[in-house]
């Protein structure tokens, strides 16, 4: 064996103690990456903004806030801001099944369809029109944000078909449930 004398010498013992405690970091850092929950991008305002304004481009963002109750909260807050008309809970129903809903700035009717098919016309009547035009039905479900965009309003009145499936005709019997038009 030739010695060189340039090359740093290290004893056995302390070379062996270094690789320990590198493979310690490594299997605890290890251990923590398993362990730590995903940690996913914080909603700022703007996401909460953007998912008001275009919840069809932004539906994953209105998922990831309804499994937040802080952020739920506040896009609540923002969608009563925003809204051009509201319908807050309810009193507690008589029967599991409402077809009408009465608020002061609007009405919500549900229909079966006459075919019996299994489809749902929701009728939205606005007691007052205003110069925006609305063009999605807000509802919050068991702290679930949902919405369906409206087809166009005429004298006051909008109609969208939706299948017997669909989390808004829960809603629409739950007395808790809130609407917004925006």
Do not use: W
Not at 37 to 55: G, I, S
Not at 140 to 169: D, K, R, T
């Amino acid at each position: 064996m030739t010695n060189h004398s340039d090359e740093p010498t290290i004893r056995l013992e302390d070379a062996t103690a270094h690789f320990v405690t590198l493979e310690a970091y490594r299997q605890l850092d290890t251990s923590l990456t398993a362990h730590q929950p995903d940690t996913m991008r914080q909603l700022t305002f703007a996401d909460l903004l953007a998912a008001a304004t275009n919840p069809e481009i932004h539906a994953e963002t209105i998922t990831r806030i309804s499994s937040n109750a802080k952020q739920a909260s506040r896009f609540a807050a923002l969608l009563r801001s925003m809204a051009i008309y509201t319908q807050p809970s309810q009193a507690a129903a008589a029967s599991a099944h409402m077809d009408k809903r009465t608020g002061e700035q609007f009405d919500l009717e549900l229909k079966t369809s006459s075919r019996l098919d299994g489809a749902y016309f929701i009728i939205i009547r606005l007691h007052k029109m205003v110069e925006s035009t609305p063009q999605h039905l807000y509802y919050c479900y068991n702290n679930n944000y949902n919405f369906i965009s409206l087809s166009s309003v005429h004298n006051g009145v909008a109609q969208v078909m939706v299948g017997e499936h669909n989390p808004v005709i829960d809603a629409f019997n739950d007395p808790a449930a809130e609407f917004f038009i925006k």
